[in-house]
């Protein structure tokens, strides 16, 4: 057998253990209308297709992209599957159902030691920049991650490097406030000058994580382009090898256009990671896989609520689990 059934004693013993664990919880509660969506389609499939036939691919197609995994990654993946019913002999759309959620798990895991790890900084201050289009809640996320950092007993600063959006500044210094830690920031003025002044103080407050905040305008790319640049050349003339991490936050809801916005900031700076927000309020989380096939980045943290803890680091077991819970709990029953 495969990924699924060498993970569905685990996945059940985490569905049992659930109340113990909040992040597993979350990820069953946040991934509900994917679930929904998905899950039950999948079984009414199985249900409706005996054999598997042309037309049973034809709507585990529409299913897979109804989900938006994507129309290029959902063709690779039908091409994998046939190729594996072909080899395995398989003509049983109940054990079906299981190789595809193996395959689903190895599109986001082969060949690739992508990281979800953040890159903490042995020798000082560890430095995120955090950048995406305006209202994907980056600012939010940015006060997320501060709280969650605090929780673990670092010393946090925020830098407002959104200096010309107005309110942009004030929001962030907000969200310092409420998760108590340090800001710097100063509004319509250069933002590399800004970072650059941040960064001294965050030096010498030995501040252990810097979250900076960015523009989020992709109208016109070059200036983008410069700016984060620059951007990134302060903070490497601060601190040896930063920034750590590059973070691009988009918002799970927008579906594919969230796609083409990781392809355009790849294309202008060195993204390390993604965050997805209101991934719990979609029944598009098939978005988590598309993005690793669309442009081979890991998935760093989601956001599955709107409360201070509803940010968690990615788990691509915890993410498989919260999809299939109801198949798997279901299975030989």
């Known amino acids: 057998m495969g990924i699924f059934s060498k993970f569905k004693e685990v996945f059940s013993k985490k569905n049992e253990n659930k109340q113990e664990n909040p992040d597993i919880a979350a990820y069953d509660k946040g991934l509900e209308k994917t679930r929904q969506e998905f899950v039950s389609e999948l079984s009414i499939l199985g249900h409706k297709y005996t054999k598997v036939t042309n037309e049973y691919y034809e709507e585990l197609e529409n299913l897979l992209i109804m989900a938006d995994i994507g129309v290029n990654t959902v063709m690779k993946f039908i091409d994998r599957l046939k190729d594996r019913v072909k080899k395995e002999n398989i003509t049983d759309t109940k054990y079906l159902q299981e190789v595809i959620v193996d395959e689903l798990f190895i599109i986001y895991v082969s060949g690739e030691s992508l990281s979800d790890k953040i890159n903490m900084n042995p020798n000082g201050p560890t430095v995120i920049l955090m950048v995406g289009v305006n209202g994907v809640g980056k600012t939010t996320t940015i006060g997320k991650l501060a709280y969650k950092y605090k929780k673990e007993g670092k010393k946090v600063m925020l830098i407002a490097g959104d200096t010309f959006r107005a309110g942009a500044v004030p929001q962030l210094e907000e969200w310092a406030t409420k998760t108590e830690s340090l800001f710097y920031g100063k509004s319509n003025t250069d933002p590399a000058g800004v970072i650059y ?63 083409l916005q990781a392809e355009s900031f790849k294309e202008i700076t060195n993204i390390t990671g993604i965050v997805l927000t209101k991934l719990d309020g979609t029944a598009k989380g098939g978005i988590v896989l598309a993005i690793k096939e669309s442009v081979n980045i890991p998935v760093k943290f989601i956001g599955l609520g709107e409360q201070m803890t509803d940010l968690k680091t990615f788990d691509i077991e915890s993410y498989i689990y919260g999809l299939f819970k109801d198949m798997i709990d279901d299975d030989g029953k």
């Open 197 to 259: 002044d941040g960064l001294k103080k965050a030096k010498e407050e030995n501040v252990d994580i810097v979250l900076i905040d960015t523009a989020g305008r992709l109208q016109n790319k070059v200036n983008l382009m410069k700016e984060l640049e620059k951007i990134n050349k302060v903070i490497g003339t601060h601190i040896e090898g930063a920034p750590h991490e590059t973070l691009l936050v988009i918002d799970a809801s927008t579906g594919q256009n969230g796609i």
